[in-house]
């Protein structure tokens, strides 16, 4: 299991840029909807003496080590065990009323991935679990073992973008009951007949279509972004990190529709969409990692940041 030991074990994305674009500096109060290992947390935090955060996570192994890395600031912060989307019915529960900024770092973190009984990595032996929320019923193992061809074929496609869907599903249907990660990834490989060298591994796109559907998380992403931009304050900043095109698809295009105002065709006296414009966005094509921090931290690579300020 990956130790919190060392503050190297755990590189928080982009962030100088989100720093740079929330302003923790000014004070406020702030919210962290996927406050993992707390490695954004801390920096938020560590910013400004009058600054108060809540973090939320799904995950209750990392919210221990997120309140070990953020005890300095005692007092200052609270962390809650629920899944972001949830961001609205938080924020009535705390009697939060408006806040200066909100985060969201989508990708799964350093402690999920490195630890071979989560399932999260094809290049570790471990069970096919990949939960983030381990008091969730859904699991890996029960959608490989038991979810018909077409269904497996269906979610790799769709949520891996993987055009080899089919020959993949017929594979894991054949080889049951697969019950890890080594053999899963073993028999995705062989049934696309990867050979020689690959630029990424042949079920890297198969392994993240299982976590997006086990974990519920594209679904999830316009629902908790209305939530969060209710909760902004006027000139409030809402910054989201995505992984990968399906995430970033979902982050663009909901804060796009946020910031558009009345569609309804000229020459109508009175709107009837009711669409009202609450955002202004600030990045028109997404922040991305610099070489430098993608040459420390290889796993940033991937990183995109989208961020809109409430108006």
Request: hydrophobic content about 40%.
């Amino acid at each position: 299991m990956a130790s919190l030991e060392s503050e190297s074990i755990h590189l928080p994305v982009l962030l100088d840029e989100v720093l740079g674009f929330l302003q923790p500096e000014r004070g406020g109060f702030f919210i962290d909807a996927t406050v993992g290992l707390g490695g954004h947390a801390k920096a938020l935090l560590g910013a400004g003496e009058q600054s108060e955060l809540l973090g939320i996570d799904r995950d209750a192994e990392a919210l221990i080590r997120a309140n070990e890395r953020l005890a300095h600031f005692q007092g200052r912060y609270h962390l809650v065990h629920a899944n972001f989307s949830e961001i609205g019915d938080i924020a009535v529960q705390k009697r939060i009323e408006s806040c200066q900024g909100i985060l969201a770092d989508l990708g799964v973190s350093s402690l999920q991935f490195d630890s071979s009984d989560r399932g999260f990595s094809f290049q570790r032996e471990g069970p096919l679990d990949m939960r983030m929320d381990r008091e969730a019923e859904l699991t890996a193992g029960e959608v490989v073992n038991h979810y018909s061809e077409r269904d497996l074929a269906n979610l790799i496609f769709n949520y891996g973008e993987e055009h080899r869907s089919r020959s993949i599903a017929r594979a894991i249907v054949a080889s049951r009951p697969i019950h890890s990660t080594k053999v899963l990834a073993e028999v995705v490989a062989r049934a696309v007949h990867a050979r020689g060298y690959q630029r990424i591994h042949p079920a890297t796109r198969t392994f993240q279509a299982l976590r997006i559907f086990v974990n519920n998380e594209l679904s999830r992403i316009p629902m908790f972004i209305w939530s969060a931009v209710g909760l902004l304050c006027s000139g409030g900043r809402l910054a989201i990190i995505s992984f990968h095109s399906l995430e970033d698809r979902a982050v663009k295009e909901t804060l796009r529709s946020l910031s558009q105002a009345c569609t309804c065709p000229p020459g109508i006296s009175q709107c009837q969409c009711g669409q009202k414009k609450l955002l202004k966005l600030l990045t028109k094509k997404p922040a991305v990692p610099s070489e430098a921090e993608i040459s420390r931290n290889p796993r940033a690579r991937s990183a995109k940041l989208r961020v809109a300020e409430r108006i």
